[in-house]
């Protein structure tokens, strides 16, 4: 891996407007970021690093470390996020019954989570650099009613599931479980958990149902931002304990995200870059 120092000369920033003549916010790109100081590149990064100056030393911080992958590794999942006439990004299709979902064969990832967890606002962040891309993200609870399915060329897709809970579609279930126990080309599942709140009986609830599917799941958790590191930092032990004692599915990294400030965007991208396939990490990590 090479330092920091050394590869913020690799490449320029991204222009800040895209084809289409739509702005791309200044966060968006890895690349763009490496202008920053080195304690705000590594926040940003990492997330993860703002909260170790809170843990006990004796504490093992290598559950929280698993993925750690290169800036190069990074820069490299990045291009999958930008769209080009040979790389098409584009919200595909919704469907409400596992009948009416794509049979599209590459590899796929979905986000589930609980209503007004942030899953839209997420993928939103995921394809920030390609802002043509609608991504409906709503104040209101539940907003997200169908499958929604979006085409990254013809290297992976992403599912925007419906959240459950609070103003969830009746037909939550119906609709979901078919997918999780049936889509064969689902290569991982994204259960989000809010940070600021910590893990709920729904979420309690999502989490037996993804054991129970056998396909490998990751908890990301987000809105690291409207929280102080003393609240997130309880609410992530209180999950890790979770994931320790009552999982056999769940990566035991969960990943930290600011969809606002973009913290941990990049981090994610380039895992679900690896787990699809996509891209050869140059460092090693687990997965």
Known sequence: MLPVRQLLRLRPGVAVSCATGQRIHKLASVQKVTSLPPKKLRSLLYPFSELEAYL???MDRTQFQLFDPSLEDMI???KL???SPSHKIDY??????MEHAPDLKQPEVCFIGRSNVGKSSLIKALFSLTPEVEVRVSKTPGHTKKMNFFRVGKAFTIVDMPGYGHKAPRDFVDMVEPYLYTRKNLVRTFLLVDGSVG???ADLIALEMCEETGCPYVMVVTKIDKCGSGT???NLLNLQDVVKTETTSCFPQPFLI???QFGGIYLLRCFIAHVTGSIRLKETSQS
Not at 92 to 97: D, F, H, K, V
């Open 258 to 260: 600011s969809s606002l």
């Open 92 to 97: 595909y299709i919704s469907a409400e019954r």
């Open 56 to 58: 006990d030393r004796s």
């Open 76 to 78: 490299e999942a990045e």
């Open 232 to 234: 997130l930092l309880t």
């Open 81 to 83: 996020f930008h769209s």
């Open 199 to 201: 893990l709920q009986k």
